[in-house]
């Protein structure tokens, strides 16, 4: 059972494009939401992160948009660059439970010069 | 450097060895977990331990033997590889209490291939 399903698998964006990439969850426990950012050959590392009592949560050009009611959330990269181009994973967790990491199965950015 | 650190990078190893994975974290950490993240990207938790003491332990085949002697270190030994153990496995640390989650730090992963 997939707990965390991420969309797209991969994506191709140009220069300056907004890249979209969607998760949705099936436990309601959840109750903490992260992105992680891996590039080749290193560890993923912790992009930014959402709790479910906020609707959205921007960091610079990066930007999760939370539905609590659809159990969806998003992340938007806005202006894309090349140095963007990487694997990005969804997760999410129960921070009074286990508080065990659940991953999306990645989605490859690639942006385009 | 403040880090979570794996040894070795690469491990290319026969089928039916037996090999070890360290793994050190000095962030002061108390929680540290092994991820296996097979071929198609999929990263799958394996087990964790909060200050020497296993918590989680997902179904893994016992093949699989974690190890923590302190909190600062997770080691993984596997014995009898299989060509389906070949994956990166990756360790990672973070300050429980604080919500595993907002710090999870991660090393850069062993590349373990079983021929």
């Known amino acids: 059972q997939q707990q965390v399903k991420q969309s797209p698998q991969s994506l191709i964006v140009q220069k300056g494009g907004i890249s979209i990439i969607n998760c949705a969850y099936e436990?309601?426990?959840?109750?903490?939401f992260p992105w992680y950012q891996q590039f080749p050959g290193k560890g993923p590392a912790l992009l930014i992160a959402?709790?479910?009592?906020?609707s959205e949560k921007k960091e610079g050009r990066f930007t999760i948009s939370f539905n609590k009611s659809a159990k969806q959330f998003s992340l938007h990269i806005m202006d894309s660059q090349p140095g963007d181009s990487a694997t990005y994973f969804c997760?999410?967790?129960?921070?009074?439970?286990?508080?065990?990491?659940?991953f999306g199965k990645g989605t490859k950015l690639t942006v385009n010069p | 450097d403040t880090a979570v650190s794996q040894t070795p990078k690469y491990l290319v190893t026969q089928m039916g060895n037996d090999k070890s994975i360290k793994c050190e974290q000095n962030l002061g950490h108390d929680t540290m977990y092994w991820y296996k993240q097979d071929s198609k990207k999929f990263l799958k938790i394996m087990f964790s331990?909060?200050?020497?003491?296993?918590?989680i332990n997902e179904t893994v085949p016992n093949r699989f033997s974690p190890k923590s002697p302190d909190k600062a270190h997770l080691n993984l030994h596997i014995n009898s590889l299989e060509l389906g153990d070949s994956a990166v496995y990756f360790c990672?640390?973070?300050?429980?209490?604080?919500?595993?989650?907002?710090?999870?730090?991660f090393g850069s992963g062993t590349r373990l291939t079983v021929v």
């Open positions: 997760a999410a967790s129960n921070l009074g439970g286990s508080e065990k990491l659940v």
């Open positions: 990672a640390s973070s300050p429980k209490g604080q919500g595993s989650a907002y710090g999870y730090t």
């Open positions: 436990n309601t426990a959840f109750d903490y």
């Open positions: 331990y909060n200050n020497k003491e296993l918590i």
């Open positions: 959402i709790r479910p009592d906020v």
